[in-house]
């Protein structure tokens, strides 16, 4: 017997962070966070359960067309993840997987999160488990990429902080509102501080307890915001955010900085856009490169005035999009 099934998953742009880890055996986080799904940026992964035998996990990883074996760094976490999904299925067998992201991978582009959401819902077809939205959010969850729970769905999403299973919840499809995310890429070399240390650093700043005092309010407003297609006042909200994840982040010990002189120069381009009348907010997640959210009418200006810049190495033009799905369309 072998089952093979392929899923795609797309990364999200955290609105409201998640940074900082509650419960890092069940990855449940301090506060909640609110992101939108993409489209463009997206993870295919393929799965094939493989009979019963001594063969141990093959992962290869697809680059530029090229398949080659991953390196062991990024097996380990796939194979961990796979042994929790098969006891969760209570089924015996190796995998043989391969994957291919069509971003950078570990830039602060969320390659965890889609990466996860397609190898959990790829394996649990794969295992004859296919998964609703709500139990992919879950189980992604448990492989420690806690972003991971928002990619399950499409749209714009929520992750509450509730005591309850640590599910993801959709607040509005993406057809509700346009939004693009105009992703002005400074270094696509991978993170030197990886952000499952940056959440286990986070509560050793001086201002996380003040953050999470404040949070309830900003949610409420980015809830808002979505729900009346209010740029303005989510944009002013994200860029925010965007700023006190990385206070968090300096202020935590050791501090980390993700910045380069380059996510400044782009900060400073947006804000000239800004008074150049084009709705355009800046937001960044664990790493340098800089994510500008604007109404999907205005994306085209927006890149144009991100590739001007000499700091610039790409430009990545994503939209809001509609969550993950299976595929006849295999890797291997
Ligand atoms: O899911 P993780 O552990 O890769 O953490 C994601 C953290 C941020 O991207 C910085 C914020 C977020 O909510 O996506």
Not at 141 to 160: D, M, T
Not at 165 to 192: C, F, I, N, T, Y
């Amino acid at each position: 017997m072998s089952d093979k099934a392929t899923a795609v998953a797309p990364a999200n742009i955290a609105f409201i962070k998640y940074w900082g880890i509650r419960d890092s055996d069940q990855t449940l986080p301090y506060n909640a966070s609110i992101s939108m799904t993409l489209t463009a940026c997206v993870s295919r992964c393929t799965v094939e359960l493989l009979p019963e035998g001594p063969g141990e996990l093959e992962v290869l990883v697809r680059t530029d067309g090229i398949l080659a074996p991953a390196p062991p760094g990024f097996s380990r976490g796939i194979e961990r993840h796979l042994l929790r999904l098969k006891t969760w299925a209570g089924i015996r067998g190796t995998f043989r997987v391969a994957t291919e992201n069509s971003f950078p991978t570990g830039a602060g582009l969320a390659s965890s999160a889609s990466g996860f959401a397609a190898l959990t819902l790829a394996a649990a077809a794969a295992l004859g488990r296919p998964l609703k939205s709500r139990e992919l959010s879950i189980l992604a969850r448990s492989s420690g990429s806690g972003s991971a729970a928002r990619s399950a769905f499409g749209g714009y999403v929520e992750w509450p902080d509730d005591k309850g299973e640590g599910s993801a919840r959709q607040l509005a499809e993406a057809s509700h509102w346009a939004l693009s995310d105009v992703v002005a890429v400074v270094s696509s070399a991978p993170k030197e501080v990886s952000s499952r240390e940056g959440h286990r650093r986070a509560p050793g700043s001086q201002f996380f307890a003040r953050r999470l005092e404040r949070l309830g309010e900003k949610l409420r407003r980015v809830r808002a915001a979505i729900a009346e297609r209010d740029i303005g006042d989510l944009g002013s909200i994200l860029e925010e955010e965007a700023l006190e994840l990385h206070l968090i982040a300096m202020s935590s010990r050791p501090p980390i900085f993700y910045w380069t002189a380059g996510t400044i120069a782009v900060l400073r381009s947006v804000r000239r856009l800004r008074e150049g009348g084009l709705a355009a907010y800046a937001t960044i997640d664990a790493g340098p490169n800089v994510h500008v959210i604007c109404p999907s009418d205005e994306e085209v200006g927006v890149a144009a005035a991100l590739r001007e810049l000499n700091e610039v190495e790409s430009v990545i033009v994503d939209r809001v999009g509609n969550g993950p799905f299976l595929t006849e369309d295999h890797l291997v």
